[in-house]
């Protein structure tokens, strides 16, 4: 394989960024019917709801919100929500075109509900008590900044000042911009919780919904215990675009997928969502306490 | 010295040109000074004393572009020049023992000053067939698993860690991927965060996203004055948010990515001045002034206990970052 092209250029070039888009859009229009991305068939709304939010058909799963995963993944009424006070901060007084990224922060607060791209706290799965994260892809494309970084950060020592397992469902865009460097090193940050965790011999599951990319990938994502992922899941560094203008070539079919990762021996399993509750508490009886 | 091409000796970059143009004009006069046997002294006295306060005025005042352009700039000193210059009795060691020996990060043990250290190095290349050899300084996976290999060494032997980084970032690539780029910087972030070990990080040119960062945890964290460190490059930033790669010096600018602007936000912990007019006028002054920073760093944490080390280590990384604290029950119009 030559990545390579007999025309040497850097690979961040200022193109590298613009070129063509090789995914397709995932089209979720709102109403009471939806049109599923991976059989293209019309799907009754609330079916999909009441099937976890995976096509009856396919079997695509689709994306969802924090709140939803929450409740889909604990036991009824058992989850208590920890950090809500903790809220994002415009450090840099970012501005572009006209627009301000606090006033982007209230739109999508408005817009979600949610204060941030994260939620987390403890609850039980299948009566196993464990510390819970789950990104929200909704808010700000789930990007990291500086909020994810100290909620994922406490959740950490948190579960290894009351010794539970932690269980991190990931969901991001990658970076937030808007943060700069601030948000970069939410990498580091969350890691180096997580080397500690690691250290006092605490159980980290981490669980890749679609997508997980960038630094949310190269960072805690990539260093559950055990790392699950969801089927058909975009899990991957590079965004395509940039990897398909350095190559000059159009990305092979699956790449970056979960399937792609499984084969390449970068995660543990592919778990359905229908199973995921049951795989965790498998896990968890294995290696939690 | 460094070595630099002649294309990269006769670049300008468009802010310079007014510098360029009274440099000319002293070489001319000390030229005609020569051929016409006249006395030009005190007008050549006159125009240094101003090319030398106009390089000073720009300097002090570059945009994050204009920074940007700098760092970028091609007789910039690379990790190769500073490793010839500063690094003394320098053993390279080759390969990750997985895959590959990824050139874009060179790893070896060396004497900087009089401390023995572990060194990693980002290396761009300079000619063309230099930069193709090491991917412009864009590693694989198989580079950051060269470093962690290069770093347990530091560790085993108790020997600091010296790291130089200069990327645009991690290769975006097929193989890349799949070989785990994401994976190898991730177990990088987390084992570099607790390897036994001092590390002193230094931003001697790029420092772009992840693939910086790669090699970037550490106990002190410095940049070269005219050096950037940024989430994602300026024009990625741009064709994204403003829609087109031309609006990189907007983004330059709002990602607060220049070494005042990150120690302003803790960021980074130092600042390592660069000669007058940047680095690429004075490698061996830079390499110098590197050297200092780091065995002055070194010293100052070999005289701190190990575990007070990794314990400073972790409370720095942890308080990355700003958020803002609400009282009791958040809502969402708070901001
Ligand atoms: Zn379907």
Redesign the pocket.
């Known amino acids: 394989m030559t990545e390579m092209q007999s025309e040497p250029s850097s690979p961040y070039g200022s193109k590298a960024f613009e070129g063509p888009v090789f995914r397709k859009k995932r089209d979720v229009p709102d109403g009471l019917w939806m049109r599923?991305?991976?059989?293209?068939?019309m799907?009754y709304r609330k079916a999909v709801a009441e099937n976890l939010m995976v096509?009856?058909?396919?079997?695509?799963h689709f994306r969802m919100g924090a709140a939803e995963r929450i409740s889909q993944l604990t036991d009824p009424d058992t989850f208590e929500e920890l950090f809500t006070d903790i809220a994002p901060a415009d450090p840099l007084e970012f501005h572009w075109l006209g627009k301000s990224y606090a006033d982007r922060l209230r739109e999508e607060q408005a817009k979600t509900g949610n204060i941030e791209a994260i939620k987390t706290g403890v609850g039980f799965i299948k009566g196993r008590r464990v510390a819970l994260g789950v990104m929200d892809g909704e808010f700000l494309m789930g990007s990291m900044g500086s909020v994810l970084g100290e909620k994922l950060s406490l959740l950490t020592e948190e579960a290894a000042s009351q010794n539970l397992p932690l269980i991190v469902v990931c969901m991001s865009g990658g970076a937030r911009m808007h943060e700069g460097a601030l948000s970069l090193m939410q990498m580091a940050k969350t890691s180096a919780a997580l080397a500690r965790f690691d250290d006092a011999g605490g159980l980290y599951i981490s669980v890749l919904a679609d997508p997980t990319t960038g630094g949310t990938t190269a960072s805690f994502a990539m260093l559950g215990d055990i790392i699950i992922a969801e089927p058909g899941a975009l899990i991957g560094f590079a965004g395509q675009r940039v990897i398909a203008n350095t190559i000059k070539a159009e990305l092979p079919d699956g790449f970056q997928r979960a399937e792609f990762l499984l084969e390449h021996g970068f995660i543990d399993m592919i778990v359905h969502r229908k199973d995921l509750r049951s795989e965790l508490a498998r896990l968890i009886d294995y290696c939690g306490e | 010295m460094a070595k630099t091409n002649s294309a990269a000796e006769g670049y300008v970059l468009p802010f310079e040109k007014p510098i360029m143009h009274l440099q000319r004009q002293i070489a001319e006069l000390e030229a005609s000074q020569v051929q016409a046997g006249r006395d030009y002294s005190s007008e050549i006295r006159q125009l240094r004393s101003q090319f030398v306060s106009l390089l000073k005025k720009t300097y002090q005042n570059l945009s994050a572009w204009e920074t940007v352009q700098v760092a970028r700039h091609p007789a910039r000193p690379l990790a190769s020049d500073y490793i010839e210059t500063m690094a003394k009795n320098f053993v390279e060691l080759h390969g990750d023992r997985r895959y590959a020996d990824d050139k874009a990060i060179r790893c070896g043990l060396a004497r900087v000053g009089t401390e023995k250290v572990v060194l990693v190095a980002q290396q761009k290349g300079r000619d063309t067939r230099e930069k193709i050899a090491c991917n412009f300084g864009c590693a694989h996976p198989e580079g950051y698993r060269k470093a962690l290999r290069a770093m347990r060494l530091g560790e085993k032997f108790h020997l600091p860690i010296v790291c130089l980084i200069d990327t645009q970032g991690a290769y975006p690539g097929i193989g890349s991927e799949e070989r785990g780029v994401a994976e190898a910087i991730a177990v990088n972030l987390m084992e570099m965060s607790r390897l036994r070990t001092p590390i002193v990080c230094v931003v001697i040119g790029e420092g772009g996203s992840g693939g910086a960062l790669g090699i970037g945890v550490g106990d002190r964290i410095a940049m070269l004055e005219y050096a950037f460190y940024s989430v994602i490059s300026p024009e990625g930033c741009a064709a994204i948010l403003w829609r087109t790669g031309e609006k990189a010096p907007e983004a330059a600018q709002a990602m607060k990515m220049t070494a005042r602007d990150l120690k302003a936000l803790d960021v980074i912990d130092d600042i390592v001045p660069e000669p007058l007019g940047g680095a690429h006028r004075n490698p061996a002054e830079s390499a110098h002034n590197l050297e200092r920073h780091i065995v002055r760093t070194l010293r100052e944490l070999k005289r701190i206990d190990p575990e007070a080390i990794l314990k400073h280590r972790y409370e720095r990384w942890r308080r990355m970052g700003k958020v803002i604290r609400v009282e009791g029950s958040p809502s969402a119009d708070q901001a």
């Open positions: 599923c991305a991976g059989c293209e068939g799907l096509c009856p058909e396919c079997q695509c």
